[in-house]
């Protein structure tokens, strides 16, 4: 009984830290500046991935990494085909005033992301923000054009990599096998060390996390639940399908956005009332056990 009341508390806190934290509106808010960056972000990386690959090449590396996605993944086809035509076209052009402001606007909605997942976790871990606004953002738009950049080198391997081992006359490595499980653990131990990362180094104060960290696996497994979920669903459900019809497949990523940053921030909830726990336990031993405190 007693662990079934410890429960109900542990239950009951974790629910105020998430009404306190407004993880819901953080959540909506993240996801919105996702899908506002991603076109801008599309025409960019083609663009720069044209100086030194040709249109052609473009397609076929990111085809080679859409086709061999797990099934649920499917529901996201049509998202994936305007984001690939949309690379593939801006690959064919050249720099231009479009394309810097596309990149201009990809850095400001994507420095927003970073921005907003960093105040989110600041306010769920108790990190006082001692840096000024500018400063902040500033870090923001310095992440985003390095995750940028490390995106369009990332294509170039893919595309360039397999070229040089046919040559060399030895099989490429294979991101995914083809199998569906063995494909979901891949991907969600990518998951799990993106989250644990996440965790760790997105508040403003870095502390490690453990490798079995409660709120990790609880964030990796919601994230998995929600790509999944979310498939399912689109493909299936008959209202989720009528509301693609009135608004376009847009409606379906927001929906799995969100629900991908809720299940981050609930584990960054569960991770730092673990934290809390374990710095509190010394106090409760030292109170319970040990010699009274001096003068």
């Known amino acids: 009984m007693d662990r079934v009341r410890a429960l109900v508390a542990w239950v009951q806190r974790l629910s105020l830290e998430y009404q306190r934290s407004r993880v819901a509106l953080a959540a909506g808010g993240l996801a919105y500046f996702v899908a506002l960056s991603v076109v801008p972000a599309a025409l960019a990386f083609g663009t720069l991935a044209g100086l030194v690959l040709d249109p052609d090449q473009v397609r076929a590396a990111l085809d080679r990494l859409a086709e061999r996605a797990p099934g649920t993944v499917d529901a996201f086809s049509p998202v994936l085909e305007a984001v690939l035509s949309t690379i593939e076209t801006a690959s064919a052009s050249a720099f231009t005033i479009t394309t810097l402001v596309s990149a201009v606007v990809a850095v400001y909605a994507a420095s927003k992301v970073v921005l907003g997942l960093r105040m989110a976790m600041n306010t769920i871990f108790d990190v006082r923000e001692t840096r000024s606004g500018l400063v902040e953002r500033a870090i923001s738009a310095v992440v985003t054009l390095v995750g940028l950049i490390v995106g369009v080198g990332l294509i170039v391997v893919a595309t360039v990599l397999p070229s040089v081992l046919q040559w060399l006359g030895v099989d490429g490595p294979a991101v995914l096998t083809g199998t569906w499980w063995i494909d979901w653990v891949l991907i969600a131990a990518v998951v799990y060390l993106a989250v644990r990362w996440l965790l760790q180094h997105a508040p403003n104060r870095a502390e490690p996390v453990a490798w079995t960290s409660r709120g990790a696996l609880v964030g990796t497994v919601g994230i998995l639940a929600s790509t999944a979920g979310v498939g399912v669903s689109a493909r299936f459900s008959t209202r989720l399908s009528a509301a ?52």
């Open 244 to 295: 693609v019809l009135v608004f376009g497949t847009a409606v379906v990523v927001l929906l799995w956005l969100y629900l991908c940053f809720v299940a981050l921030l609930w584990g960054a909830i569960i991770e730092a009332d673990q934290r809390r726990d374990e710095a509190a336990a010394p106090t409760s031993t030292s109170s319970a056990g040990g010699p009274p405190p001096g003068p």
